[in-house]
């Protein structure tokens, strides 16, 4: 990369002269927004941009999350898993950062899954039975049910909020209180976790 357009990449985050404001239709806002709440997300890409540079293993990057993904029914496919957490490992010391090895668990998918073991930065990553990846419930037999027993919960309390909090009955009132508050538990990623078995349907009915 030209030198000059490092020199201006360096200077971009900087909040000298570098505000913005709001504006809808027309009617511009008294209060400045410093740069930073703007800047925030795309430095972050930036600095991560590289994380899965040469990996040839699926790599999902969130913002305080990191999963990695592979096949290993043969010991190479085991291998390139190894590798690839040497190289994040590599990556996080060039970058002055550090992985929580305390919450980087491997979760085994699949029927014979050979159920391998894992290193990362010399310590052994623990098995977990179970994961929550954007707040859906993932086990290692992709079965679905906890997560509609979860969906259920949170939408019967909220349920129960509305029921303490809202007098009225009106079909009027409730119904838009239900799709706004109540549904969208029952319908996040659901085309992800679509439940398949009876008992999950009537328990979400």
């Known amino acids: 990369m030209d030198h000059s ?3 201006e990449l360096a200077r971009w985050p900087d909040s000298e002269g570098c505000r913005q404001w ?10 400045w927004l410093s740069s930073g709440v703007v800047l925030g997300p795309v430095l972050f890409n930036i600095f991560v941009g590289d994380l899965d540079s040469g990996i040839k293993c699926t790599l999902s990057k969130f913002a305080n999350d990191t999963k990695l993904c592979g096949v290993v029914d043969t010991l190479e496919g085991r291998d390139a898993i190894q590798r690839v957490l040497a190289r994040l490992e590599r990556w996080a010391c060039v970058n002055l950062m550090k992985f929580n090895k305390a919450k980087c668990k491997v979760l085994h998918l699949g029927h014979g899954n050979p159920r391998n073991k894992y290193r990362l930065a010399g310590e052994w990553l623990e098995s977990s039975l179970e994961e929550t990846d954007l707040e859906v419930l993932v086990d290692e037999k992709l079965n679905v049910s906890q997560q509609c027993v979860l969906a259920a919960q949170k939408a019967n309390c909220m349920l129960g909020c509305l029921k303490r909090s809202v007098a009225s009955g009106l079909r009027e009132v409730i119904l838009p209180l239900y799709s706004a508050l109540v549904r969208p538990h029952l319908e996040y990623c659901v085309q992800l976790w679509s439940p398949q078995h009876r008992k999950d349907m009537d328990l979400l009915e």
């Open 5 to 7: 357009v490092d020199q």
């Open 22 to 31: 709001l504006n809808v239709q027309e009617e511009a806002s008294d209060e």
